[in-house]
């Protein structure tokens, strides 16, 4: 089948579930990583033969996709801010939000120590903020921390396949006991789960059916449990000058603000490049 025709077909099934515009760029990414050509180079060529094996591996991706698999997860990484993410299903795929509570930080690191000695990264998933932190301050401590062993084992393999080194430890958040396995800190940083379980009904099914469940949802029953520990250890390790940067529920940002302000904290909530509350910046004086 010719390289043309063969994109029409892949991108016409992927519109029966994606919008026109997300399902052509859906393709692209997909063609590139099988075929290595870029889409001038694939239209250019449009009248060849597609090689038997890559039309193979094209269809597996595309049954996978039409499953409403993340193109991410197909593919088996992700982009983020200029980094080249592995990501699989035990770990969230990183969002242009999180790229804008990273450009926050960043742009703010006069205000910080300078430059920032020490750094956590709270739940750190694929390790995209860890990263992305020691890349932005090279010499940095960095330290990512997640409950999941699946995720520590993919920051690691991130941080090596980058040359960024971060220090990623197995801890849970939740628990006060492991607070004390932290050095004293100038930054605190975390994209806590924060989605209430009754949102999910307007989710998409390649979010609510991929993506971990324990890494997108609050507990009902306290949905602001994770930024009470991000406090806790906050209050006990945060060094003076320091700060605490976390992204946000956008319906939760006055309460989650509060939350800080109530102990003596002060805060700066501000919205994502859509207008929604979406992250924090907690501080003490002296």
């Known amino acids: ?21 997300e399902a052509g760029a859906i393709a692209d990414l997909v063609f590139r990583e099988v075929t290595g050509m870029s889409p001038t180079r694939r239209i250019s060529r449009g009248d060849g033969e597609i090689p038997a094996p890559d039309q193979q591996e094209l269809e597996r991706m595309l049954r996978e996709l039409a499953g409403y698999r993340p193109v991410q997860y197909v593919l088996g990484h992700a982009p983020f801010l200029g980094l080249d993410l592995k990501v699989d299903p035990s770990v969230l795929i990183p969002r242009p939000e999180t790229g804008e509570l990273v450009e926050w930080i960043t742009a703010h690191g006069s205000g910080l120590p300078d430059p920032p000695g020490t750094i956590v990264d709270l739940g750190t998933g694929s390790g995209c903020i860890a990263i992305a932190l020691k890349q932005r301050f090279p010499g940095a401590l960095v330290i990512a921390t997640d409950c999941s062993a699946a995720a520590i084992a993919l920051t690691q393999s991130n941080s090596r396949s980058l040359e960024l080194p971060v220090r990623a430890i197995r801890a849970n958040l939740l628990d006060p006991a492991e607070d004390s396995s932290l050095p004293v800190l100038d930054l605190v940083v975390s994209n806590p789960p924060y989605i209430s379980p009754s949102e999910a009904e307007d989710m998409a099914p390649h979010v609510l059916n991929f993506e971990p469940g324990d890494a997108l949802f609050a507990p009902p029953e306290d949905p602001l449990v994770f930024y009470r520990s991000i406090l806790r250890l906050a209050e006990q390790k ?9 992204e946000i529920n956008e ?3 006055p309460e989650t603000a509060g939350l800080f302000e109530e ?3 002060k805060t700066d909530l501000r ?3 859509q207008g929604k509350d979406r992250m924090i910046r907690a501080w003490r004086n002296g």
């Open 1 to 21: 089948m010719q390289l043309r025709e063969y994109f029409r077909k892949f991108i016409q099934e992927l519109n029966a579930i994606y919008p026109a515009g």
């Open 238 to 246: 945060l060094a003076p000058g320091g700060s605490v940067f976390v």
């Open 251 to 253: 319906s939760l940002g």
């Open 263 to 265: 102990r003596g904290w």
């Open 271 to 273: 919205k994502d490049l």
